[in-house]
């Protein structure tokens, strides 16, 4: 692991001359300071726009093209990644490592996935970090990148523990403290800055007005936008306040969709007004609040565009409307152009370029890097696209790199990461956080808090989805082990998100003799079997305690199966599940409300517990 110590001793002479253009090398620390802290690229010196236009300058046209990309690449290390990742790396991208991609196709950036075997641990993550910047400065322009993930925290997460784990947007929707969601920001942001991870793709400032979206959910902060909007300024306000970039999306909303934009292409029906009313305000405030980046989402909203091309590809909702109306000059990325949803109207090669004309800085995550890149670069070359729009572009993406220091120093060091990632500090505020946030929707009987002394034997049982980050859980034998810690005699059997009659007759039999069961509910439905494996339950006569670890909306499709008690944790994290675990036991106060409205299973238009709801002890 490198050092800051050691910096020096590797930037080639070329890349400290490209240093010194930017940060002026004689710039005071109050200066550098100063400049990392503008609230945005317009506030940056004119000082700092003429020299990063000379390094433009100098730029070849493929250098150009290559810092409009934001990509993937497989393995743990920059420069030796395992074969298994060597092999993907050729299939997907003709290369055999980051270090590679960044020699053959000058990308601006690299983002981070799970599945990609870039996210092991915080020191492993912090070497790659590294070694990608280092390849960076090792080309003819010496460039640092910026790195990229999606760490939404709850349902969307990639770096797991030791680092620390936050509570989602609608967890921190329920507990409605703008200080609490902004220290959230602040945490997280610090540590994903400790790796050296730069530019995260957070916070998630869509309304989720419609129950049935798929895709979004309890990555919302809620269905209310000014509450959201409020939530999203506090967390960007977190995130930047550590020194990475945050990230507002999906412009220009993606909360009111039935459709997965990953697998189709969603279509907004909400006239201009109801945009302006439901949707713009989240976005305002992130610009107000100094936002350093906007993602685009892959939806049609024909109200705003009337070619009806995905947002992503349309210059009236990404020019006319984020640049000039809304007066946003920061960076604007697309959402991956693997999705389906930019791919359904025009092939792999029109993409990017169309993506360009629109008004787009950053191309994230082309299926095939090679016919994008290749595509762009053709475009300059005829003139569809003009050198100088690129170049706008590219100053956008250098403004960033500059603001967050990275021309000064792109590298992290262990000890930095032994300071800060997954601190007792952090992971204690993460648990006094999400105490905040659990909800509890009934509470029959009060039968909670339970009580030790009548309630000690508990089966544990329900879903166990897999892990966001792919270091927590099993969510029933994590709320297991918290009673047990608690104090509680706690057994955990895994029933799934659709048990077999089996797995029902088991968890009935394991019932007999216990004193309360736990079920996980998982996104239950109306036909499916989660709703009959708590009727089962609680025929017992055992009181059934539910615990919502997804959705919400679950108690509306619960009715009538006779269950004693709801919460809602809004996620299946750790953090969130030994929170509900401490509420349940009386430790901690139920505080969360509900950010979004829940409605009768068998009649929508009927709310069954507004926003705002939730109950005491």
């Known amino acids: 692991m490198h050092h800051r110590t050691s910096r020096r001793t590797l930037l080639?002479?070329?890349?400290?001359?490209?240093?010194?253009?930017?940060?002026?090398?004689?710039?005071?620390?109050?200066?550098?300071?100063?400049?990392?802290?503008?609230?945005?690229?317009?506030?940056?010196?004119?000082?700092?726009?003429?020299?990063?236009?000379?390094?433009?300058?100098?730029?070849?046209?493929?250098?150009?093209?290559?810092?409009?990309?934001?990509?993937?690449?497989?393995?743990?290390?920059?420069?030796?990644?395992?074969?298994?990742?060597?092999?993907?790396?050729?299939?997907?991208?003709?290369?055999?490592?980051?270090?590679?991609?960044?020699?053959?196709?000058?990308?601006?950036?690299?983002?981070?996935?799970?599945?990609?075997?870039?996210?092991?641990?915080?020191?492993?993550?912090?070497?790659?970090?590294?070694?990608?910047?280092?390849?960076?400065?090792?080309?003819?322009?010496?460039?640092?990148?910026?790195?990229?993930?999606?760490?939404?925290?709850?349902?969307?997460?990639?770096?797991?523990?030791?680092?620390?784990?936050?509570?989602?947007?609608m967890a921190l929707g329920a507990g409605g403290s703008r200080s609490d969601a902004r220290r959230a920001g602040q945490i997280a942001g610090a540590e994903l800055a400790a790796i050296g991870i730069n530019q995260n793709y957070a916070p998630d400032a869509d309304v989720n007005v419609n129950p049935a979206n798929p895709v979004i959910g309890v990555r919302s902060f809620g269905s209310d936008p000014q509450s959201v909007a409020a939530m999203v300024a506090a967390q960007v306000k977190g995130y930047q306040s550590s020194g990475i970039a945050s990230t507002a999306k999906h412009f220009p909303g993606h909360g009111d969709t039935s459709t997965d934009s990953h697998t189709g292409l969603p279509v907004i029906t909400h006239t201009r007004e109801q945009w302006a009313e439901l949707d713009e305000p989240p976005f305002r405030a992130a610009i107000a609040a100094g936002i350093d980046s906007i993602m685009t989402a892959h939806i049609v909203v024909p109200a705003l565009d009337p070619a009806e091309d995905p947002a992503t590809l349309s210059r009236p909702i990404l020019t006319g409307i984020l640049r000039e109306e809304l007066g946003y000059d920061g960076v604007v990325v697309t959402d991956s152009l693997g999705m389906e949803g930019v791919r359904t109207k025009y092939g792999d090669e029109r993409v990017p370029v169309l993506a360009l004309q629109a008004g787009v800085d950053q191309l994230l995550n082309p299926p095939d890097l090679d016919v994008s890149w290749n595509a762009v670069l053709e475009a300059v070359k005829s003139g569809e696209i003009s050198e100088a729009r690129i170049d706008e572009s590219i100053l956008r993406i250098l403004r960033l790199k500059a603001k967050l220091g990275l021309f000064d120093d792109p590298f992290v060091s262990r000890s930095g990461v032994d300071r800060t990632v997954g601190t007792r500090s952090h992971l204690a505020t993460a648990d006094r956080i999400a105490e905040r946030t659990t909800t509890l929707l009934a509470n029959d009987g009060a039968l909670l808090p339970l009580s030790r002394r009548s309630h000690r034997n508990l089966l544990v049982v329900g879903a166990d989805p897999a892990s966001p980050s792919g270091t927590t859980g099993p969510p029933t034998t994590t709320l297991a082990t918290a009673f047990g810690e608690l104090g509680y005699a706690a057994t955990a059997l895994s029933t799934g998100t659709a048990p077999t009659a089996a797995k029902i007759a088991e968890a009935v039999a394991a019932a007999q003799g216990k004193d309360a069961v736990v079920v996980a509910t998982y996104n239950v439905s109306a036909t499916g079997s989660q709703r009959t494996l708590v009727s089962a339950l609680a025929a017992t006569g055992v009181p059934v305690i539910t615990v919502a670890i997804r959705n919400p909306y679950d108690i509306a499709q619960l009715a009538g199966t006779g269950f004693a008690a709801n919460l809602a944790t809004y996620s299946w994290t750790d953090v969130e599940l030994r929170a509900a675990a401490r509420v349940i036991a009386g430790r901690a106060e139920p505080r969360g409300t509900l950010p979004v409205p829940v409605q009768r299973a068998d009649d929508p238009a009927v709310v069954l517990h507004p926003v705002g709801y939730g109950l005491r002890y």
């Not at 980051?98 to 996210?119: C, L």
């Open 12 to 169: 080639t002479a070329t890349a400290a001359t490209a240093v010194a253009a930017v940060t002026g090398a004689g710039l005071a620390p109050c200066a550098l300071a100063a400049q990392r802290s503008a609230s945005s690229g317009q506030h940056q010196s004119a000082a700092t726009t003429r020299r990063l236009k000379r390094i433009i300058s100098g730029m070849s046209l493929e250098e150009k093209v290559g810092q409009l990309f934001v990509m993937r690449v497989y393995g743990h290390s920059a420069t030796d990644p395992d074969q298994a990742d060597i092999d993907a790396n050729l299939a997907e991208i003709g290369v055999r490592s980051a270090a590679e991609m960044i020699a053959k196709y000058h990308v601006g950036g690299i983002i981070y996935f799970t599945w990609a075997h870039n996210t092991r641990d915080p020191h492993q993550i912090a070497e790659l970090s590294n070694g990608i910047q280092r390849a960076g400065l090792a080309g003819p322009t010496p460039l640092p990148l910026l790195v990229s993930t999606d760490q939404e925290h709850g349902i969307v997460c990639r770096v797991g523990e030791p680092a620390t784990l936050m509570p989602g947007a």
